[in-house]
């Protein structure tokens, strides 16, 4: 029951700093989004290797090279994490926060939907009817703003094909995290040097509080991911699952309270529909855990 209990408490330190990550981009804000992803990239990368080397994990990525489908897997996986990062930052850049905190509530029902279409497993009742009410929920707001909420739904399918690719990679976490970051970091390093050199960069340009805090972003992309990893350990993927929500509930509060993001009663009621079908799907998910196992 202590270990459970502390790897509960690492899930909600890892979700809760999650959910307090739009502080940090808010504060890079006028760094332009792929200048911030570059920075990401590149320093969670070294802190990454600083983690290996520690952990003496260096076999497990060479072995990654020597499986060409783990490593095309992974090549696959690198383009979709990239991408969900960026999206990220721009959500957060151009006042869309709300729309992020939508995507990684809706993403857990996209997840079920790629296990239908891709891995042939069956969706119970309650799985159906969560998942059309989270489309009744964004059905509701592309009515009410006549736009498609397309960060909300590009943030959700790109984590759920990228959950899809490890979850089927046989690779472990920080390995392969290290492998998709050091496939990008060329790329990263070039944009920053050429950033700094030409003086149209933020980092080594003049701008003390860019140098300081640009730097951050491979800690706290780091810290989490350690904290995920040592409550995986210790609980139950079920208390895991309900836990996930701690990291959109912390985006939605900072969206509108924080950041002043409107939200009327239509978009609240459109999330309402959302928070139910995710009420269902994880109230299914927790009987479906204490149910014996079929003969």
Known sequence: MEDRAKGALYGVLAYGLWGFFPLYFKAVAKVPATEVLAHRIFWSFLVLLVLVAVTRRGGEIRAVFRNRKAAWMLCGSTLLIATNWLLFVISVETNRVLESSLGYFINPLVNVLLGRLFLSERLRGAQRASLILAVSGVVLLVALHGKVPWISLALAVTFAFYALLRKTAPVESLAGLTFETG???????????????????????????????????????????LAFGAAARRVRLTTLGFLQYVSPTGHFLLAVFAFGEPFG???????????????????????????????
Do not use: Q
């Not at 239509?266 to 269902?280: E, K, M, N, P, R």
């Open 265 to 295: 009663k239509g978009d609240l009621a459109a999330f309402l529909l959302i928070w139910t079908g995710l009420a269902v799907y994880t109230v299914d998910a927790f009987r479906k855990f204490g149910e014996p196992p079929r003969p």
């Open 183 to 225: 496939i990008l970091v060329p790329a990263a390093l070039c944009y920053i040097v050429w950033g700094a050199v030409s003086g149209n960069g933020a980092y080594l340009t003049g701008t003390a509080r860019f140098d300081r805090l640009l730097p951050l972003a491979g800690i706290i992309t780091a810290v989490p991911l």
